[in-house]
């Protein structure tokens, strides 16, 4: 058994907000934050290579948060773009389930979370029932 990592006083993180208001299946949501990862991590790399490197190094932690609206992402983006921190938002193409162009993801960072806009800092973490209601929609 190996021993047990000490946290770190501060650890850079990647944030991802995920609108809570489209009926979209739980597929379809990992497929769009898959789009933002990899082009988020292209960008960094080529943009801020010293910051990815660092968060490469570490536990590369990433979080979840909801959003209700599309209104709410854009604020997500706005907030990041004001605060210099590396963001990537995806647009569906509209082959599956919801319409072309509709925005539904947000991933941003890497930072560490006391750097963040005080906006940011306070979105919550995804829960389970907050897209269920999607999810049905989507399946029926």
């Known amino acids: 058994m190996s021993d047990p990592v000490e946290p770190k006083a501060r650890e850079l993180k990647m ?9 979209v299946s739980v597929g379809k949501l990992l497929g769009q934050a898959m ?11 080529s943009e ?9 190094e570490d536990a590369t932690p990433k979080i979840v948060v909801a959003v209700t609206s599309e209104e709410a992402l854009e604020r997500v983006e706005r907030e990041a ?3 210099g921190i ?3 938002s995806v647009r569906d193409a509209g082959r599956s389930e919801i319409e072309p162009g509709t925005k539904t993801v947000c991933l941003f960072g890497p930072a560490y979370r006391d750097e963040l ?9 995804l829960q389970n029932n907050q897209f ?3 999810i049905a929609e989507a399946s029926a």
């Not at 944030?15 to 009926?23: G, I, K, M």
């Not at 789009?35 to 790399?45: E, K, P, Q």
């Not at 801020?48 to 490469?56: D, G, I, M, T, V």
């Open 35 to 45: 789009h933002a990862a990899g082009w988020l991590h292209l960008r960094v790399a």
């Open 86 to 88: 590396p963001h990537q």
């Open 132 to 134: 269920t209601a999607g």
């Open 81 to 83: 773009a004001a605060a």
């Open 48 to 56: 801020k290579p010293a910051l990815l490197q660092e968060y490469l």
């Open 15 to 23: 944030w991802l907000a995920v609108r809570t208001d489209l009926p």
């Open 117 to 125: 806009p005080s906006y940011l800092r306070r979105l919550r973490t």
